[in-house]
């Protein structure tokens, strides 16, 4: 599709049908202080898309990654490696929606993902079930909190300090629900 830009006719038949006389009307509630009132200093005036993205590239690799540096953001948040594989699967057809995330129907990818993850663990391990029913890590942590607690007939949890706290917050409310001690 082709874009077709507004003329000044058109630009002034639509501000005359909302009764204004210049679109600088629609901005009359910003304060004179906060509106820019010159070029940006260090962003090349008037440039092309190209020597501006070469610019903010520039301006960009100035910046240092967090892998780069010692990493102490905390709160389960660490250093890990993504598997490239993991950018191919997820920017799959099958598992995306043209849904926003706040609706149910994101679901969908989600439910596509458990049962591709159900399915390759079945086939790798030679079982003929494999389950991955946990939608979220909290749950997930809970769950082995519990199961281990089953495992090993001990009533007591011990968490890692560097567990996320709302991580750690729900399976203490799980595990103290049915019985066990949990200890972080």
């Known amino acids: 599709m082709r874009y077709l830009p507004l ?22 509630d910003v304060p004179e202080a906060a509106r820019l009132g010159s ?7 008037h440039q092309g ?51 926003t995330p706040y609706q149910p129907e994101i679901a969908q990818g989600t439910l596509q993902t458990l049962f591709e993850f159900q399915t390759q663990v079945a086939a790798m391990t030679a079982m003929d079930v494999a389950n991955a029913s946990m939608y979220d890590g909290s749950t997930a942590c809970a769950e082995a909190a519990i199961m281990a607690t089953r495992v090993t007939r001990r009533k007591k949890v011990i968490l890692s300090g560097g567990l996320h706290p709302h991580y750690a917050a729900a399976t203490k409310m799980v595990c103290e629900a049915q019985g066990f001690e949990v200890v972080q």
């Open 7 to 28: 003329t000044p006719e058109d630009r002034a038949e639509m501000l005359a049908t909302i009764g204004a006389k210049t679109v600088d009307e629609f901005f009359t």
């Open 39 to 45: 070029t940006i200093e260090g962003l090349p005036d």
């Open 49 to 99: 898309e190209l020597a501006v993205e070469r610019h903010m590239s520039n301006l960009a690799a100035k910046n240092r990654s967090a892998s780069s540096g010692p990493f102490f953001v905390g709160a389960g948040a660490y250093k890990h490696h993504v598997p490239a594989t993991v950018d191919m699967v997820i920017q799959r057809s099958e598992f995306l929606t043209t849904y």
